[in-house]
């Protein structure tokens, strides 16, 4: 089956600083998400990006199908921005593959 | 809307009872997905339905669990007779049509003693 791939497995950012996370799959994808789980354990739908690019706010992400690769961009984090960021994809129908997620800590 | 409704949030059962999971999927939304959470192995798709048909049910673990959607506003995730290895966070997550993202709800945290 596909393969996800995501890193870095772990950041520590101090408030205000930039950061870029990666997702890496191994097959043609016609499904890709980004989610947010915060502290309390919710999961949060950031962008729903097969292909292209989009931006909500100090999030931005882009995914280059051709290549087999997602970016995260996440400007100016917050302390409200740590948890565990996961990249999740299909190949097809709906059986969405989760990647093993990359922890962010923001620091005050 | 008030999106995903899962419950119970916290289930605490003897090994060897039956457990009823339970989701209330967003009005509209055709899809409605079973994950499942452990620190071991990370978000796990159990089995997804289309408009109340079950298409893949290749992730549950065993026969010991079963998912039924007997419409489009319910489903359930019943595990019989639960082991302490079905310790975990339970997900339930809808979503419209094939090219949009998934709501989830906020989970069952599920401990078997």
């Known amino acids: 089956g596909i393969q996800v791939e995501q890193s870095p497995p772990d950041l520590i950012l101090q408030e205000g600083a930039n950061s870029t996370l990666r997702c890496n799959f191994s097959d043609s994808v016609n499904n890709l998400q980004w989610f947010h789980q915060n502290p309390w354990g919710q999961l949060i739908n950031l962008f729903y990006?097969?292909?292209g690019t989009k931006q909500n706010g100090r999030l931005s992400a882009t995914t280059v199908a051709t290549e087999r690769y997602s970016l995260l961009y996440i400007s100016s984090s917050q302390t409200t921005d740590s948890g565990v960021y996961f990249c999740a994809v299909a190949t097809g129908g709906f059986k969405t593959i989760f990647g093993a997620g990359t922890r962010l800590f923001v620091k005050a | 809307d008030a999106g995903v409704i899962q419950s119970p949030r916290h289930e605490v059962t003897e090994m060897g009872q039956e457990v009823t999971l339970r989701c209330k999927p967003i009005?509209?939304?055709?899809?409605l997905f079973w994950y499942r959470q452990t620190m071991m192995r990370g978000l796990e798709l159990l089995i997804y339905?289309?408009?109340?048909?079950?298409?893949?049910d290749s992730g549950m673990p065993e026969d010991r669990f079963s998912a039924k959607m007997p419409n489009a506003s319910f489903s359930t995730l019943k595990i019989q007779p639960s082991e302490p290895r079905d310790s975990a966070v339970y997900f339930c997550a809808s979503s419209f049509g094939t090219g949009a993202g998934y709501t989830f709800g906020s989970g069952t945290r599920l401990t078997v003693v």
């Open positions: 009005s509209g939304h055709d899809y």
């Open positions: 339905f289309n408009n109340n048909v079950p298409i893949d």
């Open positions: 990006i097969p292909s």
